[in-house]
C-alpha cells in the first residue's frame, strides 16, 4: 500500500503539466505523512451526492487536476448517451460561496468546451435548486455544482445533475465512473475562457426562477391580512440563498423581515458559525439573538448551496424551539393536504421520503388517502421517483430528515428556497389562526400519536475512519441477535429483498415497532444511527429513545 501510495506521489511530483505552485504543496506534504497518505491513496469517490472531499493536492483531493478529470469523464459519458446533442445541448453550471468554487465551476466549463460541449456558467453564486430548474429550464443534458453543501469550510464538492435535473442515480453514476476511470492521466486539455463554447448565463434565468418558485404557494393571500406582529427572519449562513430567499420574502408583501447581517456575507469560512449546517442548532445562535430582541415568530436558516432549510419557532411561552426535519416535513405534509383541496382532483396523489424519516409523513399522507413512497437516502432517488410517476401520478410533497423539501415540479432536488416561501406561508397561515407550528405539532401528536426521533452521528475520519465505520457495520450485519432480548428483526438492505436497490443499511426492528436505522454518510466521514420511535405520551417516546440510544453506546463500546 505504502509504495502504491508513494508511486502516485512521484507520479504528481515529477508530472511537468502539474503547476510549480501544486508541486510545492506536494512536498510539503512529507512533512505531515498522515494527510499525504490520505490524500494519495485513492482516487475521490461518488458518494450520496457527487464527488466531496477537502480541497487540496492529490487523487483524493479536490483541486483543479481532479477536477478536470472528473469532468473529462463526464463530457466523454455525455457523448457516448446522448452524441451530438451533448455538444449542442450543453450542460448548465453552477457554484456556491466555497474557496475555489469559482475556479473549479470554470475549469468544468473550460474542459467542456475543449470537448466541444457548451457550457452555460452561472456568472455568480447560486442556489443548487437554481441549478436543477436550469437544467430543466435550457434544456440542456445535465448540469453541475461546484459545492460541498455544509461540510466544514476546507471541503467542496462536485455535483451531477442527469436531464432532468436530478442527481445521477447509481445506474448513471456507474456508467460516469467507469468513464472517470478510463482516463488514467491528469493532463487534460483545457480550452480557454473565452471560447465560443462558454456561455455566461445572465441574471434572467434568475427573474423566472424566482417567479416559479414564489407561484409554487397556494396561499399567497395570507399575507396580505397578516399583523405586524408575524416576524420572520431569514439567515443564508454566509451562503447562496441571500438574494433569491430575501427577495422572494419581499416580493410576498412580508412587512417584518429580519436577517442576521454578517451572515449576509458570502464567506467560504462561515466564520460566525461552527458548521453551516442549519440541522445544528447551533447555527442559529446569532439569528436567536436578533430573535429575542426583536420578538420575530419564525425563523429560517439555509444550508450554503440553499438546497435545506432549518426552521426555529417562537412558542406561546416567548421560548424558541427548533424543528427538526422529520417535524418540518410532516407540517408541510398535513398543511398541504389539510388546507387546499386542489390535490383531490388530480389523479393518485403521492408523497416520498426516504427510509430513515420519521413514519409520521407516511401516517399523515395515508389518513389523507394520499400513497407514501419510500426510496434509499439521497434525494436523487426522490427525483426518480418524481421522473417515473410523471405520466399517471401527482406529486405532492418530496422530503428527508436531513432538512431537504420538495412541494413542486420545478426541480429534481431538494429546495431550500420554495420551502422557505412554504414554511412561511404555513406559519403565516397558523399564525392568522392564532396557532404556532409548535401548535399545530402538538395537534399532530394528539391525532396521531407521539413520532420521536434521535440521530446519533459518529464521525470518523480519513482512511483510519473508514475502516473504523465498516467494522461497526460488519459488528451490526453479523450480531447474534439472540444476545439482543428488545430486537424483533434485523433487515439487510445489501443482502435481504427490500424492493429498493442493495444498499449499505441496517435495519433493526424492536419488538414495540421502534426502529434503528444504520448507514454509513455517503457525504461526510460518519456513521449514522437513526431512531424513530412512536409512544402514547410524549414521556413514553422519550423512554423509548433512551433505550435505543443506551443499546447504540453499548455497540460501540463492546
Ligand atoms: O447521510 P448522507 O449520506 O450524508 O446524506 C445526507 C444528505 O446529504 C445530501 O444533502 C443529500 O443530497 C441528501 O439527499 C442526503 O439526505
Given at each position: 500500500m505504502k509504495e502504491k501510495i508513494m508511486t502516485e506521489y512521484n507520479r504528481w511530483l515529477e508530472a511537468d503539466y502539474i503547476d510549480d505552485e501544486t508541486k510545492e504543496e506536494i512536498k510539503r506534504l512529507q512533512d505531515f505523512p498522515e494527510q499525504l497518505q490520505d490524500s494519495f491513496y485513492k482516487s475521490l469517490e461518488f458518494g450520496t451526492a457527487g464527488a466531496r472531499g477537502i480541497v487540496g493536492v492529490g487523487p483524493n483531493r479536490l483541486n483543479c487536476y481532479t477536477v478536470r478529470r472528473i469532468t473529462q469523464g463526464y463530457a466523454q459519458f455525455l457523448q457516448k448517451n446522448y452524441k451530438n446533442e451533448a455538444n449542442t445541448h450543453g450542460v448548465v453550471i453552477a457554484y456556491d460561496n466555497r474557496h475555489y468554487s469559482k475556479e473549479f465551476a470554470l475549469e468544468v466549463a473550460r474542459t467542456l468546451a475543449a470537448n466541444k460541449i457548451n457550457a452555460y456558467l452561472f456568472s455568480q453564486i447560486t442556489t443548487t435548486?437554481?441549478?436543477s430548474y436550469a437544467v430543466r429550464y435550457l434544456k440542456t443534458v445535465g448540469g453541475v455544482v461546484i459545492t460541498a453543501s455544509h461540510n466544514p469550510p476546507q471541503y467542496n464538492g462536485y455535483k451531477v445533475y442527469d436531464e432532468t435535473g436530478c442527481q445521477m442515480v447509481p445506474e448513471l453514476a456507474e456508467q460516469l465512473v467507469a468513464e472517470i476511470q478510463t482516463i488514467q492521466s491528469y493532463d487534460i486539455s483545457v480550452a480557454d475562457e473565452e471560447d465560443e463554447h462558454i456561455h455566461l448565463l445572465d441574471t434572467s434565468i434568475d427573474e423566472d426562477f424566482l417567479n416559479d418558485e414564489l407561484a409554487v404557494l397556494h396561499h399567497s393571500d395570507v399575507f396580505s391580512e397578516l399583523s405586524d406582529d408575524f416576524k420572520v427572519l431569514y439567515t443564508p449562513l454566509h451562503g447562496t440563498g441571500r438574494k433569491p430567499v430575501l427577495e422572494g420574502l419581499s416580493r410576498l408583501g412580508l412587512k417584518k423581515v429580519y436577517t442576521v447581517e454578517e451572515q449576509l456575507v458570502p464567506d467560504p469560512e462561515f466564520s460566525t458559525v461552527e458548521l453551516p449546517n442549519p440541522e445544528d442548532v447551533k447555527a442559529f445562535t446569532l439569528a436567536?439573538?436578533?430573535?429575542?430582541?426583536?420578538?420575530?415568530?419564525?425563523?429560517?436558516?439555509?444550508?450554503?448551496?440553499?438546497?435545506?432549510?432549518?426552521?426555529?419557532?417562537?412558542?406561546?411561552?416567548?421560548?424558541y424551539q427548533a424543528l427538526n426535519g422529520n417535524q418540518i416535513g410532516a407540517l408541510v405534509i398535513y398543511y398541504l393536504l389539510s388546507t387546499n383541496e386542489e390535490w383531490k382532483k388530480q389523479p393518485k396523489p403521492y408523497i416520498a421520503s426516504s427510509i430513515v424519516t420519521s413514519d409520521l409523513g407516511e401516517v399523515i399522507a395515508k389518513d389523507f388517502g394520499v400513497e407514501s413512497v419510500r426510496t434509499l437516502t439521497g434525494f436523487k432517488y426522490i427525483g426518480e421517483q418524481m421522473n417515473q410517476r410523471l405520466k399517471d401520478q401527482t406529486f405532492i410533497m418530496g422530503y428527508e430528515e436531513s432538512y431537504g423539501f420538495l412541494v413542486s415540479l420545478l426541480e429534481r432536488d431538494k429546495d431550500g428556497v420554495s420551502a422557505s416561501f412554504v414554511l412561511t406561508e404555513m406559519a403565516a397561515y397558523y399564525w392568522q389562526q392564532g396557532k404556532t407550528l409548535v401548535d399545530v405539532l402538538h395537534e399532530l401528536d394528539e391525532r396521531y400519536g407521539y413520532y420521536r426521533e434521535a440521530l446519533i452521528s459518529l464521525t470518523l475520519p480519513g482512511q483510519k475512519g473508514m475502516a473504523e465505520i465498516q467494522a461497526l457495520m460488519q459488528k451490526l450485519r453479523y450480531l447474534d441477535l439472540e444476545n439482543e432480548s428488545f430486537i424483533h428483526q434485523r433487515i439487510d438492505y445489501l443482502k435481504d429483498e427490500t424492493g429498493l436497490p442493495k444498499a449499505d443499511v441496517l435495519q433493526f426492528t424492536l419488538k414495540n415497532q421502534a426502529k434503528i436505522f444504520v448507514r454509513p454518510s455517503g457525504t461526510e466521514p460518519k456513521i449514522k444511527f437513526y431512531i424513530g420511535v412512536c409512544g402514547s405520551s410524549e414521556k413514553e417516546a422519550q423512554e423509548q429513545i433512551y433505550v435505543c440510544q443506551q443499546w447504540i453506546q453499548k455497540i460501540q463500546e463492546d
Open positions: 435548486p437554481e441549478l436567536l439573538e436578533v430573535a429575542r430582541k426583536e420578538d420575530i415568530s419564525l425563523l429560517l436558516a439555509t444550508d450554503p448551496d440553499c438546497d435545506r432549510v432549518g426552521v426555529m419557532v417562537r412558542t406561546n411561552k416567548g421560548e
